[in-house]
């Protein structure tokens, strides 16, 4: 039996990382020096308050005794092999925390580095998920999972630069930071991290063209004949969310989803209120006919 662990940034609620299979290891964000677990102390509503507030936010990983407790578990229920998907390398220590659990478990653990976060790496899990239901070797599962991640294409809005600087995770964008306050930037992830993608000046015109960078990934993606997914996802925005969402559903008529996801607790730590981000993921070969019921 194949175990599939994933960890808190993927966005799976606990229903659907249920029907997924997937353990779910969660980060930490901790609150002027006080610690509190992704989706068990903590949720991004009071990040994004504490944000506002101006309290000292920040992010740690799990620790590798806290992987390891997650493997040994599944082991004691039968795993013979794990597949372990993780975010992107580039922006935290999680896989390398992984890692070590993993050298220190007597059944073989594969590692993921899926490059991603979010949604991209909550599709890349559905992915591995559908692949062991398949019953394809290890190898098949990591690659499928890694092929889906890598295809999806990821761009968001944030309102400010100012959380991704204080949190170290700006990335290339960094570029951006001397005319933060002339500029509304939209970034998109790539090669692992964030990076520049277009300088707007306007929010509207921001989102606008968020909107139209999703609809070009997604008619770029049209031939695919498995067919893609989109998510929309945001912290603490959800109407102006609901509102892209719609639009989406009917410009992408094609798309077997189109869900809306709140970001979670770590990432709205970086990302901060008000970022709105897209994902749009053609699906592979192992892929199963739907993420699972609760698309929204």
Not at 241 to 268: K, Q, T
């Amino acid at each position: 039996m194949i175990a599939l662990v994933t960890d808190s940034t993927a966005g799976l609620p606990p229903e659907l990382a249920a029907e997924l299979g997937a353990r779910v290891v969660p980060l930490h964000v901790l609150l002027d020096g006080e610690s509190f677990v992704e989706g068990v102390d903590i949720g991004p509503d009071e990040v994004a308050a504490a944000l506002r507030e101006g309290r000292r936010v920040s992010t740690s990983k799990p620790s590798a005794g806290a992987f390891l407790d997650v493997y040994e578990e599944a082991v004691a229920e039968g795993a013979e092999q794990i597949v372990s998907v993780h975010l992107s390398s580039a922006m935290s220590g999680t896989i390398a925390s992984a890692r070590v659990a993993a050298d220190e478990l007597e059944v073989p653990v594969t590692v993921v580095d899926s490059r991603s976060l979010g949604m991209a790496l909550g599709y890349a899990v559905a992915t591995a998920s559908g692949a062991i239901a398949q019953g394809t070797s290890v190898a098949s599962v990591a690659a499928a999972a890694r092929e889906r991640a890598e295809t999806a294409s990821t761009v968001f809005y944030v309102d400010t630069l100012e959380y991704l600087r204080r949190g170290g995770r700006i990335g290339r964008a960094s570029a951006l930071v001397g005319s933060a306050l002339a500029i509304k930037p939209l970034l998109q992830l790539s090669e692992g991290e964030v990076g520049p993608l277009e300088r707007v000046r306007t929010s509207s015109k921001a989102l606008a063209r968020l909107e139209e960078r999703t609809v070009e990934a997604a008619e770029a993606a049209a031939d695919n004949p498995l067919g893609l997914d989109i998510a929309v996802q945001h912290v603490d925005a959800g109407e102006r969310a609901e509102a892209l969402r719609d639009r989406l559903r009917e410009r992408c008529p094609d798309a077997h989803e189109v869900r809306l996801v709140g970001l979670g607790a770590v990432v709205a730590a970086h990302a901060g209120p008000g970022a709105i981000g897209t994902v749009v993921s053609p699906r592979v070969r192992t892929t199963p006919p739907v993420i699972g019921a609760a698309a929204v």
